[in-house]
Structures are given as structure tokens and as C-alpha cells.
């Protein structure tokens, strides 16, 4: 079994900052990528911003240059940075990996249950 776990989430004012964290655990063989996905009320989820290492990063148009992504490999660890948070970036926040895990023929994706971020002043 793997689990991801998310924390950090909660109410911030509008130009605050948050960390989020998301630790894989379980019966994991490798991690090819993790990341963050966001899903608003009544919107689409979407793409906020992945790794596959620490030189390969890709965010979305929306948060660029607001939010850093960063992973741990020894503890197979995602974060989010967000800085300079705006009302539009409400939402739950899921963090995924695409992993292979041990009696599994190949990688998969995997999903936490999310976490709820609000910027409301």
C-alpha cells in the first residue's frame, strides 16, 4: 500500500504565504515524479506545478514565479512554497506521484486527499 499525506494548509490573507508539505509512504520502489494539483469550487482540477527532479520543474502560467515546488528524495517529501497568495488561489490542494510500488508491474499515479487552502481577507 502507498499513502500520500498533505499538510499545511489553511486560512491566509491576501499576499500571505503558505508551505505545504506531502510525504509518500508505503511499500514504494521509486518515485519518478511528484507534484501538485488544484481544484477550485465549481472548477476543473489543475496542474500547479511538478517535478521530476530537482532541475526539472514545470509550474503553471498562474503561479509562476509566486509558488517554488521542491522535493526531498530521502524522504520522499514534496513541498509547495506559495507566496504573494491571492483570493484566486483558493482551492484544495492534492498532491500526486507517479511511482512504482513494490508488486506492481509498472508506475502509477498516486493521490493524497488533499488539503484546503484560503486566501480571504
Known amino acids: 500500500q502507498v499513502q500520500l499525506v498533505e499538510s499545511g494548509g489553511g486560512l491566509v490573507q491576501p499576499g500571505g504565504s503558505l508551505r505545504l508539505s506531502c510525504a509518500a509512504s508505503?511499500?514504494?520502489?521509486?518515485?519518478?515524479?511528484m507534484g501538485w494539483y488544484r481544484q477550485a469550487p465549481g472548477k476543473q482540477r489543475e496542474l500547479v506545478a511538478t517535478?521530476?527532479?530537482?532541475?526539472?520543474?514545470n509550474y503553471a502560467d498562474s503561479v509562476r514565479g509566486r509558488f517554488t515546488i521542491s522535493r526531498d528524495n530521502t524522504k520522499n517529501t514534496v513541498y509547495l512554497q506559495m507566496n504573494s497568495l491571492k483570493p484566486e488561489d483558493t482551492a484544495v490542494y492534492y498532491c500526486?506521484?507517479?511511482?512504482?510500488?513494490?508488486?506492481?508491474?509498472?508506475?502509477?499515479?498516486?493521490w493524497g486527499k488533499g488539503t484546503l487552502v484560503t486566501v480571504s481577507s
Open positions: 517535478t521530476i527532479s530537482t532541475r526539472s520543474t
Open positions: 500526486y506521484a507517479y511511482l512504482r510500488a513494490y508488486g506492481r508491474p509498472g508506475a502509477e499515479d498516486y
Open positions: 508505503g511499500s514504494i520502489v521509486s518515485i519518478v515524479s
